[in-house]
């Protein structure tokens, strides 16, 4: 079975960064960033344009149609990026 990328794994992520040629230095700022770009994209992104560009992907992913799981996915995830910005305003 095909593996997801696991974007829990912090240190694979720092690993990948230093194979990609990232400076020993500047892992832990790119870690930290991530942590917040990531939800700022989604929120951007919004869960329409999510979900089109998860389906556009489908076919390059090998996936298949999953469409109403999908929208409900796109929803909940953009949601939970919109309350992790919320969050850390609130904190500033």
């Known amino acids: 079975m095909t593996r997801r990328p696991d974007l829990f794994n912090q240190q694979a992520f720092e690993d ?29 992104i919004g869960e329409n344009q999510l979900f089109v560009i998860v389906e556009n992907s489908r076919s390059e992913l090998k996936l298949g149609d999953q469409e109403a799981a999908w929208k409900l996915a796109c929803k909940y995830i953009v949601r939970w990026a919109e309350n992790e910005i919320e969050k850390y305003i609130s904190q500033k």
């Open 16 to 44: 990948a960064l230093l194979e990609l040629g990232c400076a020993q230095y500047f892992v832990k700022p790119i870690t930290s960033d991530f942590k917040l770009f990531v939800p700022v994209v989604l929120k951007e």
